[in-house]
């Protein structure tokens, strides 16, 4: 029913059909129809008022372009002011014809002055111009952000297709260096990574994911890189949520800045640590992440899982997160907040 509504509301020819019933219905109680019994009486004013629409036609396809187009405002306003004069004219001259002598329309002398002529063209105008201008540029507003919304989505799924292949890269070589090290660990850790790349598939083409799905990926991934490096660097992880079933997210929107901790956190065999803390309270998640920086490294850093998390965050959450990066010579800090939604 919404659904069709909906679709009502943005057809031009329904809103069109809309515009003429509500002016319709105004002029018809203006000049108080329920009290005509002539027959005739209802034809002259459906004619009137076909007159009154015609003039607000006129104005709205050859005034109105002087304004929006040529934007030229006070040129606008004489040329409406110069049809009302005339139009007004045209029907006082009409009011004058015998015809109206045995109708019921216009009887009173101040409906039939020219005064009274003036203000229903003016009264008409607005009517019947003012929801055809909203109407418009709820069309134009709505094309507008349907592109936006669509230009979004292209961009998102660009910067998943970005995304995903630099998660894989991560991961296998995070798989490669614990088989050179504990080879009898290789199947275990297999089938690990295979629930990981079977969460990263799943989640691919949703755009939101529950917080518990999110945080299970995260802790298995971190599980993983205690295999790897956990005999050498102190990792630690604490996760506090209020009610993880109750708010969504954007499905790995997280991991760029876990991977970024290990990845250049414990890629020395010096003393190295990652701690990471998330914590969701009314619907507001904190990640802190904080690794140690190597005073010597080899790894070569793109930045592209990094760079390509901050463009997701502002496509999808805009103005409702905080990121801040602190950087010196022995540690990196990524300090995030989302303002995260609830499951409807």
């Known amino acids: 029913m919404n659904k069709k509504l909906n679709n009502m509301m943005e057809n031009k020819w329904w809103q069109e059909i809309a515009v003429v019933l509500f002016s319709f219905t105004v002029y018809t109680l203006k000049n108080d129809w329920m009290l005509f019994s002539s027959f005739i009486s209802i034809l002259m004013g459906i ?193 506090k949520i209020d009610n993880e079933n109750a708010y969504k997210v954007s499905p790995m929107l997280l991991i760029a800045f876990i991977e970024n901790a290990f990845k250049h956190g414990t890629c020395a065999i010096e003393k190295c640590y990652v701690r990471i803390i998330i914590t969701v309270e009314n619907g507001l998640l904190h990640l802190h992440v904080v690794n140690s920086i190597p005073k010597k490294t080899d790894v070569v850093s793109t930045k592209i899982g990094l760079k390509n998390t901050i463009e997701r965050l502002n496509l999808i959450y805009g103005k409702e997160y905080k990121l801040d990066i602190q950087e010196d010579k022995n540690t990196y800090i990524a300090d995030l907040k989302i303002q995260l939604k609830k499951f409807v």
């Open 47 to 239: 004619f009137f008022y076909c007159i009154l629409y015609m003039h607000a036609q006129f104005n709205r396809f050859f005034i109105l372009p002087v304004l929006f187009k040529s934007k030229r405002p006070l040129t606008y306003v004489f040329l409406t002011l110069v049809a009302v004069f005339l139009f007004s004219i045209v029907l006082y001259q009409i009011t004058s014809l015998s015809m109206f002598r045995n109708c019921h329309l216009y009887q009173n002398s101040h409906q039939r002055s020219y005064i009274y002529q003036l203000a229903s063209v003016l009264g008409t105008l607005v009517c019947i111009l003012s929801p055809i201008i909203v109407f418009k540029f709820y069309r134009i507003n709505k094309k507008q952000t349907d592109e936006t919304l669509l230009f979004n989505q292209m961009q998102l799924n660009s910067l998943k297709g970005q995304l995903n292949p630099h998660f894989l890269f991560n991961t296998f070589n995070t798989l490669y260096g614990i088989s050179l090290e504990f080879p009898e660990r290789t199947p275990d850790l297999i089938m690990k990574v295979s629930q990981l790349m079977r969460y990263q598939l799943e989640s691919n083409n949703k755009q939101c994911v529950s917080l518990e799905e999110e945080l299970e990926f995260i802790n298995s991934y971190i599980q993983l890189e205690k295999e790897r490096v956990g005999y050498r660097c102190d990792i630690t992880y604490d996760c």
